[in-house]
T-cell receptor, first 114, second 120 residues
C-alpha cells in the first residue's frame, strides 16, 4: 500500500463549486504539506502543518483552506473553485529526524475547473 | 531571497548518452538542504537525493551522480548511460534551515524543472 494517498486522483468541477481534496499517510509523519503544480512553474506551497494544532500559509494560500483532522489526514478545500485553480495538486509528508527532513509526495490529484 | 534555477527547460538525448542537469540556487542561509526529485510521465514525484549544505561530498548511486559545489551555488545531477526509463521531468529544490537545531524550515522551493527525453 502507498504511504501517502490522495483522493480523488482526478476531478472535474465547475466554477463556484466547493471541492475538497484529501490526503492520508501511513508514514507516521507529523508534517504535512499541500503544493500545486502548474506547467512550467514547478511546485508552489499552498499550506503546511507541522502537527495537528499547527497550520501555516504557504506562498499561494489565497482561495484555499485546509484542515488537519488527525496526524494522518490533511485536507485541502477550494471554497469556490475558479478556472485558474486548474492544476496538479500534491500532498507531501515529512518528519524531522536529527534536524534533517525529506518530503515524500503522494501521487497527485489532477483538478480541472470549468 | 531563496531561488532555484534550472536553466535547461528540455533536454533530449539518445540512449546510452551521459546527461547533466543543472541546478543553481540562491540563499542567504549558511545551513540549507538541496534535493532532486523525479517526475515520470505517470505524474508522481519520486525523491532521489537530499544534500546538506555542510556536506560537499559528491554522491554516486548507480548511474546517478550529484556534484555539489558551494562556491558556484550549484547542485548538478548527472545520469550516466541514460536509458529510456530515465525520461521524466527532474526538479531541483531548496529548503532553508531554521530553529535551534537547524532543522528544515519545511518550505521546499522548487526550480521549474528540466524535461529529459531519452530516445532509443
Amino acid at each position: 500500500d502507498a504511504d501517502v494517498t490522495q483522493t480523488p486522483r482526478n476531478r472535474i468541477t465547475k466554477t463556484g463549486k466547493r471541492i475538497m481534496l484529501e490526503c492520508s499517510q501511513t508514514k507516521g509523519h507529523d508534517r504535512m504539506y499541500w503544493y500545486r503544480q502548474d506547467p512550467g512553474l514547478g511546485l508552489r506551497l499552498i499550506y503546511y502543518s507541522f502537527d495537528v494544532k499547527d497550520i501555516n500559509k504557504g506562498e499561494i494560500s489565497d482561495g484555499y483552506s485546509v484542515s488537519r483532522q488527525a496526524q494522518a489526514k490533511f485536507s485541502l478545500s477550494l471554497e469556490s473553485a475558479i478556472p485558474n485553480q486548474t492544476a496538479l495538486y500534491f500532498c507531501a509528508t515529512s518528519d524531522l529526524t536529527a534536524g534533517q527532513e525529506t518530503q515524500y509526495f503522494g501521487p497527485g490529484t489532477r483538478l480541472l475547473v470549468l | 531571497a531563496q531561488k532555484v534555477t534550472q536553466a535547461q527547460t528540455e533536454i533530449s538525448v539518445v540512449e546510452k548518452e551521459d546527461v547533466t542537469l543543472d541546478c543553481v540556487y540562491e540563499t542567504r542561509d549558511t545551513t540549507y538542504y538541496l534535493f532532486w526529485y523525479k517526475q515520470p510521465p505517470s505524474g508522481e514525484l519520486v525523491f532521489l537525493i537530499r544534500r546538506n549544505s555542510f556536506d560537499e561530498q559528491n554522491e554516486i548511486s548507480g548511474r546517478y551522480s550529484w556534484n555539489f559545489q558551494k562556491s558556484t551555488s550549484s547542485f548538478n545531477f548527472t545520469i550516466t548511460a541514460s536509458q529510456v526509463v530515465d525520461s521524466a521531468v527532474y526538479f531541483c529544490a531548496l529548503s532553508e534551515a531554521v530553529g535551534y537545531y537547524g532543522g528544515s524550515q519545511g518550505n521546499l522551493i522548487f526550480g521549474k524543472g528540466t524535461k529529459l527525453s531519452v530516445k532509443p
